[in-house]
């Protein structure tokens, strides 16, 4: 090996960067931790085939999907982006029997213009808990009762 090749070597070895750490897997380790400060959780499982976590709490055991939660909040700072999670995880936690009346629903984005019936006047269109599926369509969550069905605003 002659000296040239062997010096070039030697200094690309030197500056090769570090490989940057997997966003998701920082946000899974992000979700964890906050989810064992959490008093009412008792155990904290990583999913290694998939991007979630299985939670053992007082209400019983629960598989918390991440990639949404990811996506939602990749942009927020980190006091928002714990806010965010910790509101995610009173769903599993606290309100489980309110999660079982939650039903997504399709919708024309005409749905958002009208209003709903579960709508009043002052909230504005973009309050409620909706995301895009297609062109002209919505997917939305709603709270399924024996008479009516209630929109979920954010």
């Given at each position: ?86 509101d ?13 009346l ?9 749905f ?43």
């Amino acid at each position: 090996m002659s000296f040239w090749s062997r010096f070039w070597n030697s200094r690309e070895s030197a500056q090769r960067p570090q490989t940057p750490p997997d966003p998701e897997a920082s946000f899974r380790d992000f979700v964890r931790a906050v989810c064992e400060k959490d008093h009412r959780v008792r155990v904290v499982r990583a999913m290694p085939d998939d991007f979630a976590l299985e939670l053992t709490h007082d209400a019983g055991a629960s598989v918390v999907s991440l990639r949404n939660l990811f996506l939602e909040t990749r942009e927020l700072d980190s006091d928002g982006r714990s806010r965010r999670v910790r509101d995610y995880l009173d769903i599993f936690v606290e309100q489980r029997e309110q999660l079982e009346l939650l039903y997504p629903v399709v919708r024309s984005t005409l749905f958002l213009m009208e209003g709903s019936q579960s709508a009043t006047a002052n909230v504005k269109r973009s309050s409620i808990l909706h995301r895009m599926l297609a062109p002209h369509l919505l997917e939305a969550v709603v709270v399924d009762r024996p008479t009516f069905m209630q929109v979920v605003h954010e």
